[in-house]
């Protein structure tokens, strides 16, 4: 018999059937992906993660890793969420550094926020100038005066994406999960009213359960078109700078330390689609605004400069759940906080995939509010 070209989607498994089939698979292999992985293999289920390049090197390589749930960017209906996530960030940490044998620079000093907004967190410290100079002898206290920026302290933490990346690969291949990359998912399959694989460039994957992890790319993949768009930021890496322990965050940068001594300065919100390009003037711009708060990084030398995608929605919240199609669900849409919800995406999918009770109300992130 002459094979013919099929289209997209339609009937792929009579023409092309997979000899393996898996429970569940997950399109995208950032930290959202890898973290719903780990936790679905911990149930038993047989996982297939399916990624359109390298596995981590998308959002999740490009963040800078603060693990910040209260802060008042944070929408007011991802808060109770995002408080959970940072709880179980621990024990996150720790059993991907068990399972993989990597460490993942988890710091829990703190961030030192500069504004001359008055709205700070409730649960934030104020910091005199003494205590500013204490903590963090290298600020420039006088610039900061005539700014009348005020100084608070969060408790939170950061941690290395790239490591925390890296670490969860590795996890997720010692629980025996599948790992397929450099292949695009063009669309899921769907058989009446449900999801039963997936359809990729060069070939199909059947599975009883189908999420959609992917990102910024997540609109892309039919049947359903969610409104995630990407947003771009761009960041760079210094070393030689000067020694910090806290974050420090102000209005226009932050700096995030990282204990090999690089800090992180990040960074931009720009809509430029799926242009990943480094301006030389932005990320001149942003070293400026740093070496405004920190003037001994004048004198560092500049390690790295990149730009990530955020996947952002209409209304800043996650697209988390099941929608009108049986057994597809999303998790995606994570905006500027994929990092820290990794944990509770990861717990709360779980739950939902395997209909179990949820210990939150997800109705604010349902897929089905853009259906």
């Known amino acids: 018999m002459i094979a013919r070209a099929l289209p997209v989607c339609q009937d792929a498994f009579l023409y092309n059937p997979s000899v393996k089939t898996w429970d569940v698979i997950i399109i995208g292999a950032g930290i959202i992906g890898l973290s719903l992985a780990i936790s679905l293999r911990k149930q038993g289920l047989r996982v297939l993660v399916v990624e359109r390049g390298e596995p981590g090197r998308e959002a999740s390589y490009a963040a800078a890793g603060m693990l910040a749930p209260g802060g008042t960017e944070t929408p007011p209906a991802l808060r109770s969420l995002a408080a959970e996530s940072a709880r179980m960030y621990p024990e996150f940490v720790h059993e991907l550094q068990d399972e993989s044998g990597m460490k993942v620079d988890f710091r829990e000093q703190g961030t030192i926020l500069l504004s001359s907004n008055s709205d700070f967190p409730t649960a934030a410290e104020a910091l005199s100038l003494d205590d500013l100079h204490s903590f963090e002898p290298e600020l420039a206290i006088e610039r900061i005066c005539s700014q009348n920026l005020r100084a608070v302290l969060m408790d939170e933490r950061s941690v290395d994406p790239r490591l925390l990346t890296a670490a969860a690969i590795k996890a997720a291949r010692h629980r025996e999960v599948d790992i397929s990359s450099g292949t695009e998912v063009k669309c899921v399959l769907v058989s009446g009213d449900r999801a039963i694989g997936v359809q990729t460039e060069r070939t199909s994957y059947s599975a009883e359960t189908v999420v959609n992890c992917a990102g910024a790319w997540a609109g892309t993949v039919p049947p359903h078109q969610f409104p ?28 995030v330390p990282r204990s090999d001594g690089r800090l992180v300065i990040g960074s931009t919100l720009e809509n430029a689609d799926y242009n990943k390009d480094i301006n030389v003037n932005t990320i001149q711009s942003l070293f400026q605004a740093a070496v ?72 604010n992130f349902s897929p089905l509010r853009f259906e």
């Open 292 to 363: 405004e708060l920190l003037p001994g990084l004048e004198k560092s030398k500049k390690h790295d400069a990149w730009a990530g995608l955020r996947p952002g929605t209409p209304d800043h919240l996650p697209i988390l759940g099941e929608t009108s199609t049986r057994k597809y669900f999303a998790a995606s849409g994570h905006y500027r906080d994929g990092i820290l919800l990794a944990p509770i995406t990861a717990d709360a999918m779980t739950s939902v995939i395997l209909d179990r009770t949820l210990g939150f109300d997800l109705a």
């Open 228 to 255: 995630v768009r990407p947003v771009k930021g761009q960041m760079l890496a210094v070393v030689q700078g000067p020694a910090l322990r806290h974050v420090v965050r102000s209005d226009k940068v932050y700096v």
